[in-house]
């Protein structure tokens, strides 16, 4: 009996263990604050995306959207730098608007991030003050349409919508 209690709480150790250090999911494995002091420094528009792990709508704009190398470039292309925020995080990072450090969970309650993703735009030209919030997913063709927007500055002189309906023109 004795060994046979041995072997269990061995192979519960093992299998705790493994879970402990198993798979991680990658989309928090970068840091996004190299994004968020270039987008300051250089004066880019600054897109942060605050996911939890668990999100399945994250998961889905990961997949179909944001590792897309179509869409990786559509960033480059447009000036635009993008960070993915834990919300549940703890993590130092640098708020866009105050330039202070926090954890990332209190970024997100800061912004006041309830749903995932969600997805926040600051403008460089005016002191990074949030232009655009969308709690939900954003389809890959409306996600792209919206990254020539911003890169054309049309932003700052019609709404997204009017932008679509005259062509992708200003």
């Known amino acids: 009996m004795k060994k ?3 072997l269990f709480i061995t192979l519960i150790s093992i299998y705790l263990a493994g879970c402990q250090s198993g798979e991680k999911s990658s989309k928090f494995t970068v840091d996004p604050n190299p994004a968020i002091e270039d987008a300051l420094k250089n004066k880019r528009i600054l897109i942060l995306i605050f996911e939890s792990e668990d999100c399945k709508y994250c998961t889905k704009l990961h997949k179909e959207v944001l590792d897309q190398p179509d869409f990786k470039e559509k960033l480059i292309k447009n000036n635009i730098k993008l960070g993915i925020i834990n919300v549940y995080g703890d993590r130092m990072v640098i708020d866009p608007e105050t330039g202070a450090k ?3 969970s209190a970024l997100a ?8 993703p969600t997805i926040i735009v600051f403008d460089p030209k005016q002191n990074f003050k ?3 919030y969308n709690p939900g997913y954003i389809p890959k063709k409306d996600f792209m349409d919206f990254l020539d927007y911003l ?3 049309c932003y700052e002189k019609i709404k997204f919508d009017k932008y679509i309906e005259n062509g992708k023109k200003c």
């Open 130 to 132: 949030v232009i655009f």
């Open 109 to 116: 309650a800061a912004y006041r991030v309830t749903g995932y």
């Open 151 to 153: 890169g054309s500055g």
């Open 102 to 104: 926090m954890e990332e």
């Open 4 to 6: 046979f209690i041995a």
